[in-house]
């Protein structure tokens, strides 16, 4: 079974310039989150769809963070404007239903400059 | 207080050893509990779920204390490639689909 796909593996931008990250959950997984990684800590979620709609958003900066889950399926994570502290690993992860095992891409290492 | 808090780490430790973790959580109606491994600049994967009545995967033993609100993992016979970041996440809310993270607890075995 393929895994989650997670594109681009790396991204250098400057500060205030914007980013978009794209994932591809495993076929048949509902719910998808995106998690931002700072070093040295554990994964902090910053939203969660179950299918195309919102669960849980609360701690997306909705000022300068977005995301969508148009039909579902594959989903996009959107910073404008990037800032110095948004440096981090993003993550996309997916499950197939609760409780169930939730599986990870392998992120996108962003470095903001 | 953090939803799920572990153990700060590191923890260093010569091969052989036994070496337990704890984690704690703040929301007695969470439900769901795993132990998840992150080795150096991977994605997080899953090591184990962790069951009330306890549970043991080879040298893994998870362990769940509702009483006290906190979690388990002990590795016995620590190998050099048992050494990861091993991550508590809990299900906080009592919705099955939400998982919080703990910062993590890092292990390094020593040769």
């Known amino acids: 079974e393929a895994g989650v796909a997670q594109s681009p593996r790396y991204k250098i931008i400057e500060k205030r310039q914007s980013v978009a990250f794209w994932c591809n959950p495993i076929s048949g997984h509902a719910t998808l989150y995106w998690y931002q990684q700072i070093l040295g800590q554990g994964p902090k979620l910053l939203i969660q769809?179950?299918?195309?709609?919102?669960?849980?958003d609360s701690q997306l900066p909705k000022d300068r963070f977005s995301a969508e889950r148009l039909k579902g399926v594959d989903s996009t994570l959107k910073i404008q404007p990037a800032k110095l502290e948004d440096s981090a690993v993003y993550l996309c992860a997916t499950r197939w239903e609760p409780n169930t095992e939730a599986f990870f891409g392998q992120g996108t290492r962003l470095t903001v400059v | 207080r953090k939803e799920v808090e572990q153990d700060p780490g590191p923890f260093n430790v010569p091969e052989g050893a036994t070496v337990a973790f704890n984690c704690t959580y703040s929301n007695s109606a969470s439900q769901s509990f795993f132990w998840y491994r992150q080795d150096c600049r991977k994605e997080p994967k899953l090591l184990m779920s962790v069951y009330s009545s306890g549970n043991e995967d080879g040298r893994f033993t998870a362990q769940l204390n509702r009483a006290s609100q906190y979690i388990s993992l002990l590795i016995r016979d620590s190998k050099l490639s048992d050494s990861a970041t091993y991550l508590c996440v809990v299900n906080p809310s009592g919705s099955a689909r939400q998982l919080t993270f703990g910062s993590g607890t890092q292990l390094t075995v020593l040769p």
């Open positions: 769809f179950q299918n195309n709609g919102v669960v849980d």
